[in-house]
């Protein structure tokens, strides 16, 4: 009997179908929009599920197929599918949270007449993430990612009629490209590298496995080439600025697209080459300074953020960093797991977040309130993203962040510190979210009521895997680790790690209760003493001016020089050419007068310029 | 003395070409085209007496010209005639329809 795995590739055409059946239709139907998109992401699901079993079954080899794509003399692209179990965890990722998202949307979006649209765009992204994460080589790799990119910039843009979506849209469009740029390079080397010119990850990590490879100029260039694509995708310094700003999109989408799924892709890049990485000490270091630099970055910006989608997308741009320093540190395993922790309980956070505007219709936390009681599953399960979050045991959080932070203290005690200072931070505003959304006295929305069915129920089911998709790693328990890279990765007692982090995570959480919902401590007991701190923070450290000034500005005024160059000298001589014809013809139609006497004379003319030609010929 | 014939053929070649480019009145045209084809007449005999190979071929082909030239003068006035007849006016510039 064949293996399942061999039908994998069923996995992202379901959507894909699921794509081409809501676009055929078009606005023609709005329920069937929502069953077909949503069958689509549920077959995805099962089939997920079934690749999944099997795997954990068994010790199964990975599988891998395709097909030759593009055949230029003895050099031919390959285009495939592989099924590892890094793999095989991404697509019940991608597709769990996908489902769980369409049916959310069924609620969220319902108003909208754009809907099927919505849908259709929803369905295709899901198709080019699941095809991204089934890849077997780089090229393929790079098509689908572009193309999730493309579904992130529809999306992000979905409601066009708001300029400031339209300007995320581009803004998210424009800034991963220059990622994107770095990721192409990257591979057009790799390709020039390879021996046998092949870009398959099997002979990528077959090469970059040996030893000899380590530690060359060219290896190094590359793994920081690839990085820079995943810097760009995952919203890493200094090309973090699109993704807060992505918030502009429609929420379910912040939850599958933004916090999910494609900003994973960079984490998945990495894990994916991560044999590159592995040969350059150089690069490793790199990924593990730029995530800690992040996570720490985009923590304290976090905390004087006041729309709570931002917040949210702040929390994701620094937990995707904490994921850079467990690649970075060489943990993969660790890097993984909380991808896919954070994958379930961000999510869930951000659905909740979506469930709260569809309540109050504002995104402003300083204008909420007090909507734990009229809004009592929406609040528990927000409580434990939040907690998830914020790494309190022993919720899914806690284990992945503990395994990044026991990996950290083994590596390199300053990024402990940087890791356990964004713990802190991260309970923090968390804390300081949960409590002036849910607790205290309402403040306006006073009909907010609890969301439909239709958008608790994901709520619920994202809040199981957000409680317990920690257990399948633990300090004792090292099951996913070994699962993943085949060899048990060495737990040596985090009993610090444990402590500290759980320590940190509750002291926030009171800090928080304490300023925000108590009020025992002043809530400008910091922002009277340094303004200037809190203004830096509130405007994000002025990155967003000082990218305009520095790269916004001076490109917009050589794109305008250059416009002019093409307006004025290219079209003036296509002008010039298509005004001289005209004068040309114009002077015809003169001479075309209809007197036999101005023939006449032209022949004339004609006869005396020959005349000369034939004479002037001699003395010349 | 060739040359001198020639100047005369010349000169009145041009008073022709003059008239017939310039004159408004079509029967002065008519007028000047034979000052033309005189000249060339003239030309026609000045080369049979005095040119190169002298021959009696210069003679016989002026007067097919001179005959030509009769029977085109017939048809030009007749045709003068007729578009007087319709238009009204003899003006050459008033006749553009080449230009439709």
Redesign the interface.
Known sequence: MQSIASYAWLVPLFPFVAFAVLLAFGRGFRTSGIVVGSAGSAASLIMSLLVLAERLGTNADDYNAGFEWIAIGEFTLRMGFEVTNLTTLMLVVVSLVSFLVNIFSAGYMRDDERITVFYAYVALFVSAMLALVLADNLLTFYFFWELVGVCSFLLIGFWYAKPEAKKAAKKAFVVTRIGDAGLLIGILLLFWHMPNRSLAFTDISNLFGQPGMADSGMTTLIALLLFLGAVGKSGQFPLHVWLPDAMEGPTPISALIHAATMVAAGVFLVARTYDIFLASPAAMDTVAFIGAFTALFAATIAVAQNDIKRILAYSTVSQLGYMMIALGLGSLAGGIFHLFTHAFFKALLFLGAGSVIHAVHTQDIREMGGLGARMKLTAWTFAIGALALAGIPPLSGFWSKDAILTAALAGHPALFAVGLLTALFTAFYMARLFFLVFAGKPKTGARAHESPAVMTVPLVLLAVPAIAAGFVEMPWNGWLGEWLTGTAEETHGGSLAFVASTAVGLLGIYLGWAVYAKGSIRRDAVSSRMPWLLRALERKYYIDEAYQRVAVRPLLALGRGLQAVDDYVVEGIVRFAGWSAIAFGRAGIRL??????T???TA?IGLLVLAALFVGRRFW | MLSSYLTLAAILFCIG?YG???KRNAVV?LFSIELMLNAVNLNLIAFAKYGAAPSLTGHIFTLFTISVAAAEAAVGVAVLIALFRSRGTVN??E??????
């Open positions: 075309q007068n209809g007197q036999a006497q023939y006449g004379l004339v | 070409l017939a480019l310039v045209v050459i510039d006749f553009d329809e080449m230009r439709r």
